[in-house]
């Protein structure tokens, strides 16, 4: 059963404008929470994390935000540029766990 | 600093023959996990590796995979017999610290391919 999920399997947006990714999840013992971007024929990369003591975390134009008590968190990319470009994935991880339960990916594409 | 290396990147098998998967982590990285992502799907969680030794091995799929992480260092992952239903990409990460806000390194995967 899906512990994360990604319900946008794709999205397209003008080149700097906003981009918002949204991720859903159902288990409330997840306290960390990572975005990661994948191009093809790579793995998966590291964007941008947060963890569930805070509620927004902004890495230069990256920003997640989380609200728990809806379980629901987004990643904003602003301005959106070509090479954002790429699947992402969602992933929630619970502290004293050992994996990451990962959404089905939303794959953007930024138009020029 | 070498990244998270994966061989082969691609394996066409027939059904019912055996495929091993092998995965070098970044040096000084104790923990070792394998994800598996079927087409159009999430990527799930197959074990974690701890040095040598499994720590969580909860989602392997069934006794026909067997992963192996020979003195800590690299790891393979064999199938055998191989399904239809194996077929996907399989991916490799490595981390100095488990679950972390930080994640871990992806490797770029090995897509399997079972006919």
């Known amino acids: 059963d899906q512990q994360v999920k990604q319900n946008s399997p794709s999205l397209s947006v003008q080149e700097g404008r906003i981009s918002i990714l949204n991720c859903d999840y159902t288990?409330?013992?997840?306290?960390?929470f990572l975005w990661y971007k994948k191009y093809p024929a790579e793995g998966p990369t590291f964007l941008i994390s947060?963890?569930?003591?805070?509620d927004k975390n902004e890495d230069g134009r990256f920003t997640v935000f989380l609200n728990k008590s809806a379980k629901h968190l987004s990643l904003h990319i602003v301005p959106s540029q070509p090479g954002d470009s790429a699947v992402y994935f969602c992933?929630?991880?619970?502290?004293?766990?050992?994996?990451?339960?990962f959404g089905t990916g939303t794959s953007l594409t930024v138009i020029p | 600093e070498a990244g998270v290396t994966q061989f082969p990147s691609h394996s066409v098998i027939e059904k019912g023959q055996t495929v091993t998967l092998r995965c070098d982590p970044i040096?000084?990285?104790?923990?070792l996990y394998w994800y598996r992502r079927v087409m159009g799907k999430e990527i799930k969680f197959l074990l974690h590796?701890?040095?040598?030794?499994?720590?969580?091995e909860s989602g392997m799929p069934n006794n026909r995979f067997l992963a192996e992480r020979t003195g800590g260092t690299y790891s393979t992952l064999k199938v055998q017999p191989a399904e239809l239903e194996d077929s996907g990409v399989y991916f490799c990460?490595?981390?100095?610290?488990?679950?972390?806000?930080?994640?871990?390194?992806f490797g770029s995967g090995t897509r399997l391919t079972v006919v």
């Open positions: 990460a490595s981390s100095q610290v488990p679950g972390s806000l930080y994640g871990y390194t």
């Open positions: 288990n409330s013992m997840f306290d960390y």
């Open positions: 947060i963890s569930s003591i805070k």
């Open positions: 992933a929630a991880s619970a502290s004293t766990g050992n994996q990451f339960y």
């Open positions: 040096s000084g990285h104790d923990n």
């Open positions: 590796f701890v040095k040598e030794s499994k720590q969580d």
